[in-house]
C-alpha cells in the first residue's frame, strides 16, 4: 500500500512540473513577441515613419495596459506631433493627437492647446452638426468654459430649446453679471410655454450692457407690442426699457421713449419719465401727448414750478387740446395746494359739457381730499361725481370714506349699491361682507359669503372672505379668523416664492394672533431683511430678544441689518455677542472681521437711526422707536422730525413733563411751523385750555387760509362759554371766505351743538 501511495504522489509532481514549464513558455512567448513589436515600433519612430510607430505603440498598450514603456512612448509622440501641428496652425490634425496624449496626463497646458484647436475648428466650419460635436467635446474637458457654453446654447436654440435653457442656466451660474444670458432664458422659456409669466426677464437688472443678439431683439420688438397691445403695460415697459438703450435706429429709439413715458404715467412711475425727458428730450416731447404725460409727471411729483417753466417753452409750438390744457391747470392748482382756485374752476369744467371728464376731475379732487385726511370733503365731491357718471367705483370709494368718518351704517348702503351696480366685482363683495360684519347683520353676511365663495371660488378674494368667517362666540357675533397655522403657513409659502410683501402681511396676522411667539417676529425680520428694508426688519428682531434673550442668531441678523444701514458701532455690539453665544459661528467672526475698523458717518449715523425709529413707530413698537430717535436727537438737537416724534411718544406713553420739555425746545426752534404749532395744541387742548386757545390765535395769525384752526378755535371757546368770541371768528370766516358756504355751515353746527 505504502509502495502505491508514493508512485501516485511521483507521479502528480512530474505533472505539475510539466504544467508549470507550459505556462512559462507560454508567458515567455507573449513577452518576446511584445518586446519584439516595442523594438520594430522603435526602428519606426528612429527612421521618421511616426504615425506606423504610433499604431503600434498603440497596439502595445490595447494589449497591456500596464506596459509603461509603450505608454511612455504613445504619450510622448502624441504630444509631439500634436504641438508640432499646433504650432504650425493646423489644428484639426492636432486634435487627434493632443485628445490621445491628454487621456494619459491631463496637464493644464493640454488641455488649453486641445480646446484652443477645437474652438478654432468649430469657429472655422460651416457644417453646424460638426460645431456641435466639438463643442460637446469641449464641454467635456472643460465644463465650465463660457464661450463653448455660449456658442452651443445659441447654434441648438431652434432645434432644442430646452437643452439650450439647460446650457443658459449654467452660463448665468457662472456669469451672474451677464444680463444678455437672462434675455436669453427668458426668450426661450416663453417659446417653450415654461414662463408664461415672463418672470425670468425682471431678474434683468443692467440694461445698458445688455448684449442683445438679433433673434433676441427681433423677438422682444414684437413682444413688446403684443403685451402692450393687451394691457400688459408693466410687462410692456420692462421690455421697452430693455430695448431702448440697445435699440436699432431712430425710429425705435423714438417709438420706445413713446410707449414708455405713456405706461410710466400709467403706473405712476413719474420720476422715470423725468429720467427719460433728460436722456432723450426731442423725443419725449416730440408731440402734445407726449408732453402732456411729462408735464403731468412734474406735477405729479409737486414740482409745479419746473411744470410752468416747462409748459411755457413748449406751448409755443405745441398745441394741447382743450381738455389737455384744463387737466393740467387742474393739477397745477393741486400741486400748489391752492384748494381756492381748485374750486373755483369746477363750474367751468360743468359747463364744458364733457361728463366723463368732468366726472373725472371730480374724482381726483375726491381722492386729493381722501389724501389729505378731509373725508368729508371727498365724499362731497363723489356726491357730485354721481351726476356725471354710473361707475360703481364712486360708491365702492364713499364707502371706504364713510368707514373713515365711522358712518357704517351708510357705507353699508353704498357698499350694497357698488354689488349690484357690478356683481362680478369681488373686492366689493368683501368691503360689503366686512360692513355687514360692522353693522352685526350676520345672516346676511353668511348669504354674501356663501355667494363670493360660488363665483368666485378660486381667487384671493375667496380666501380673504374665508379668514373673515371664524367660529361665532357665546353671543354669536362672528369672530375674526383666529387660526395661527393658516396665516403662518401662508406666510411661510408666499415666502418661498418670493412673494414677500404677502409673507409679512400674513406673518404679521399670525403675530397679532400669538404675539409672544418670537419665532413669528424672525420670520417679519427675515423677509424684511431679504427685502433690503433693513431699518424695518431691526424692530422685530429687536421685538423678538424680548421673548428670546442671547440669541445668537437674532443678534447675529441684527448686526449685519446695522452694517447695511452704516451703524458699525451697534453693528459690533450684536455680532460681537453673536459670536461670544455660539463660538461655531465663523459667519459671524468673519463679518467682525470685515468691519473692524470701520466708523460711522454723523449724518449716515443720524438718518440710519431716523428711518429705524420710523419703522419702529409704524409698528406700534414705542418704545424701540423711542430708543433709536433718542440716539438721533444725542447727534441733532434741532431736527424738527425728531423732535416732533419724541415729543408724539411721550405723549403716547404719558409721560407729559418729558414731552412737554422737547415741545418747548420745539417751538422755540420752529414757532412759526404749522405742525409744530399744531402739535404744540393738540398736547395742550387736554391740559391747559387757555394756553391751547392762545396757540390757536397764534396759529391763525400766521396761517389765515387754514380753515381747521378757525374751526378749532370755535370749538374751544365754546367750551370755555365764550360764545360771543366764538360768534366773532364765524363773521371773521365769512368774510374771509365769503363763497364757502359748506364751510360756514360747518362751523355753525359746531357752534350750535
Known sequence: MKKILAFLILINIIFITSCGRKANSKKLSELGKSDQTYQIALQYEMSGEKEKAIDLYHDLVATNPYNVDAVKKLYQMNKEEGLMYFNGGQFKKAISYLDVAYKFYKTKELKQKLVDSMIYVQENTEKK??????????????TEN????????????NDDPEKAVAYYSKLSRLAPDDEGIKLRISRLNQMTGNDTQEISIDAIENAENLDFSDEDYEFYFKRAKEVYDAGDIKKAAKIYNLLLPNSKSPEHTSLFVKKLIE??????????????????????????RNAFFILLSYLELGKADQFYSLYQKLSNR??????????????????????ESVESMIEDIKANGDDEFTARI?????????????????????????AYSESPEIWFNEGIFLDKVKEYKKALQVYKKA???????????YYYILSLKRNRKYDEMETQKNIVLQKFKNSKWADY?????????????????????????????????????KAVYNFKMAYRLQPENFNILINIGNVYFTMGKYDEAIPFYIKAEEFSKNNSYIKFFLGKCYVELKLFDEAKDQIRESYNLDEENVDALKLLEEIKDEESIADTRFESLKKIGISSFNEDFVDISYGFFKKAYEIKHDDIFILTSLVNILMKKQLDEEAEKYLKRLVGLYGSDYDALKLSYNFYKDRDKEKAIRILESMKALFPEEKSVYLNLVKEL????????????????KQRFPQDFKFHEELTKELEN
Not at 464661450?147 to 447654434?155: F, N, V, Y
Not at 383666529?482 to 414677500?500: R, T, V
Open 419 to 429: 354689488v349690484d351696480m357690478s356683481p362680478e366685482t369681488p373686492k366689493y363683495y
Open 263 to 288: 405706461a410710466n404715467y400709467l403706473m405712476k412711475n413719474y420720476t422715470d419719465n423725468l429720467v427719460l425727458y433728460s436722456k432723450y428730450e426731442a423725443d419725449a416731447v416730440s408731440d402734445n
Open 318 to 339: 405745441l398745441a394741447f387740446e382743450k381738455n389737455q390744457e384744463l387737466y393740467m391747470i387742474f393739477k397745477y392748482h393741486l400741486a400748489k395746494d391752492d384748494k
Open 465 to 501: 372672505v374665508k379668514r373673515i368667517f371664524g367660529e361665532r362666540d357665546m353671543a354669536g357675533n362672528v369672530k375674526m379668523f383666529s387660526d395661527f397655522e393658516s396665516y403662518y403657513n401662508y406666510g411661510i409659502e408666499f415666502a418661498k416664492n418670493g412673494e414677500f410683501e
Open 146 to 157: 463660457i464661450g463653448a457654453l455660449k456658442k452651443i446654447a445659441s447654434l441648438i436654440e
Open 718 to 733: 365754546k367750551l370755555l362759554n365764550k360764545k360771543e368770541k366764538a360768534l366773532e371768528i364765524t363773521d371773521e370766516v
Open 362 to 386: 371730480l374724482n381726483e379732487l375726491a381722492l386729493y381730499f381722501a389724501h389729505k385726511a378731509d373725508y368729508r370733503s371727498a365724499i362731497f365731491y363723489l356726491t357730485q361725481e354721481k
Open 129 to 142: 452638426k460638426e460645431k456641435i460635436d466639438l463643442l460637446e467635446k469641449v464641454l467635456l474637458i472643460d
